[in-house]
């Protein structure tokens, strides 16, 4: 039986096999993020991404990534340990130890 839907859509990949869209789409990705892409070329992105799950995905992703980038870029050093505070407090006694011991 040939039914209809069995068949692959024109302009849609088979499972497995992305379009020539969609490898484009994941080469352009980073011209996206970075700022560098035309306004034109961002708003084809964008459609893209609301016609296709996959990419929809992948886009998502790159978003959650970045997001979470710049998040631990602007956390402050957590600084030293309790345990290098007392090898260093230790370290110092030690030294005036030596000082006085002279």
């Not at 970075?34 to 609301?50: P, Q, V």
């Not at 979470?68 to 505070?85: E, F, I, N, Y």
Request: net charge negative; glycine share 4%.
């Amino acid at each position: 039986m040939n039914r209809r839907e069995d068949k692959p859509r024109p302009g849609k990949a088979q499972v497995g096999e992305p379009s020539p869209q969609c490898e484009e789409f994941a080469i352009l990705l980073a011209e996206y993020w970075e700022g560098d892409a035309a306004a034109s070329l961002r708003a084809e992105i964008e459609r893209h991404t609301r016609r296709c799950p996959e990419c929809a995905e992948v886009f998502e992703s790159y978003r959650q990534t970045i997001r979470a980038c710049r998040m631990a870029r602007d956390v402050p050093d957590a600084g030293p340990s309790h345990k290098q505070l007392w090898d260093d407090l230790f370290r110092q006694i030690q030294a005036l130890q030596d000082y006085l011991d002279k």
